[in-house]
């Protein structure tokens, strides 16, 4: 047939300690699948220094230049990558593998029921042991009882597609027991019905008073976190260099899923790329070239589409996410919010940061929720974390907001 499955995704480690390792992915291609690649290298911690994409619409050949960390599992993201790539057979026709045109069917979604004494940056611990595990969390509710125990209900969904059996279960009930030890009382895992799938995939709507904090500022040059402002992008559109395609070049400020948040955007407009490279400069500016088109086969020639799409790209770059602290009553409630691809994903290892962010201030979580909301025409994914006051909040609710804001974007 040509080529081999093992041969879609080539991992290529460096010959010199401290150059980025390079990954090649060469398989059919369809609109989108820079996004899904570009969503697997985030969650892995991967940061992307360089990229080549080349494409004839059919099959696509797409060069990654990744700087990794001494905990990358290098085997399991190859095994990522060569699910996110269509199948070779898909591009050559033979009936037998019609099925595999089908949409994927939704993954079954289990409820983890666990209790634990309260310690601080206890849940950014667990949260830690489900990503490792690439348990997927849906949707989180987290409390604090009166006799200082937490109580968390963790909607997940399982990569590995075997948390049904009792093996997957067990492993994962040792991982979390070696992590809480002694301050882990219970842990109870057991599918959902549709019932409640549903209600988790069903996006409701926020308190007017929050969409006015987080959403009020929706010019990109007006975004500005504490002292951390975020550089406004340049974008240009040109359809003078080339008779099939549109070309957009990006200069921005580098943040942790810069390319995912390119690729993503791209994806919800249904926009096909046929060419594009990116450059890092000292690690803090980035210059992406790409040759577009739309899924008809043309170039963007309408005004408003350019207009439409450099507007989203450009706030998309300059507020990939929102950040937000504010008081509800007498507490204090941290808000952040990532907005949702049209297939439903949201972005990775958001709720990972954030626990991150305030183990490292020492901040105590008092309960935390994890939804989906409709916000305007997008559907958001929003998390809301009350925390815990009651021996003072040792740092003020500037630098918890600055210190979310800056582990989100990647920034020391």
Same mark, same amino acid.
Do not use: H, T
């Given at each position: 047939m040509g080529i081999l499955y093992d041969d879609l995704v080539i991992i290529r480690q460096p010959e010199t300690e401290g150059e980025p390792s390079m990954i090649t992915v060469n398989c059919p291609d369809k609109t989108?699948? !820079?996004?899904?690649?570009?969503?697997? $290298?985030?969650?892995?911690?991967l940061t992307v220094a360089r990229i080549d994409v080349s494409t004839d619409g059919k099959?696509?050949?797409?060069?990654?230049?990744?700087i990794g960390k001494p905990s990358t599992r290098w085997g399991l993201l190859k095994k990522r990558l060569l699910g996110?790539?269509? %199948?070779? $057979?898909?591009? %050559? !026709?033979i009936p037998y593998y019609e099925a595999e045109l089908q949409p994927p069917r939704p993954p079954d979604v289990f409820?983890?029921?666990?209790?634990?004494?309260?310690?601080?940056?206890l849940l950014h611990d667990v949260t830690k042991v489900l990503c490792e595990l690439e348990l997927t969390i849906k949707k989180v509710k987290v409390s604090t009882t009166p006799d200082e125990k937490i109580l968390d209900l963790f909607f997940i969904t399982d990569t590995r597609g075997l948390l049904h059996t009792e093996k997957r279960q067990e492993d994962t009930h040792d991982h979390l027991k070696f992590v809480l030890g002694d301050?882990?009382?219970s842990s109870e895992i057991e599918m959902v019905g549709p019932e409640t799938t549903a209600c988790l995939q069903a996006a409701s709507f926020l308190p007017d008073e929050i969409t006015e904090e987080m959403f009020n500022m929706d010019k990109a040059d007006e975004c500005k976190i504490g002292s951390a402002a975020f550089r406004s992008p340049s974008i240009i559109m040109d359809n003078s260099l080339s008779p099939a395609h549109t070309l957009v070049q990006i200069v921005c400020q580098d943040h942790k899923g810069l390319?995912?948040?390119?690729?993503?955007t791209l994806k919800d407009y249904n926009i096909q790329i046929s060419y594009g490279r990116l450059t890092t400069k000292d690690k803090t500016e980035c210059e992406l070239d790409l040759f577009i088109m739309q899924v008809d086969g043309?170039?963007?020639v309408d005004s408003s589409k350019q207009n439409a799409l450099c507007s989203r790209l450009r706030m998309e770059l300059s507020r990939p996410l929102r950040v937000a602290v504010i008081s509800r009553g007498p507490d204090t409630e941290l808000l952040v919010a990532?907005?949702?691809?049209? %297939?439903?994903?949201g972005r990775p290892l958001v709720f990972y940061d954030i626990t991150l962010a305030l183990k490292m201030l020492n901040s105590v979580i008092f309960s935390a929720e994890i939804g989906r909301y409709m916000i305007g025409d997008r559907e958001w994914e929003v998390y809301r974390v009350l925390l815990d006051e009651s021996d003072g909040l040792s740092v003020s609710r500037e630098e918890i907001e600055q210190a979310v804001w800056k582990m989100l974007m990647g920034w020391e």
């Open positions: 989108g699948l !820079g996004c899904d690649l570009c969503r697997i $290298f985030l969650f892995f911690g099959w696509c050949y797409l060069v990654f230049w990744v996110a790539c269509p %199948s070779f $057979f898909l591009a %050559s !026709g409820l983890l029921k666990f209790c634990y004494l309260n310690r601080k940056g301050a882990m009382i390319l995912y948040d390119i690729m993503r043309k170039k963007i990532n907005p949702v691809e049209l %297939s439903g994903k």
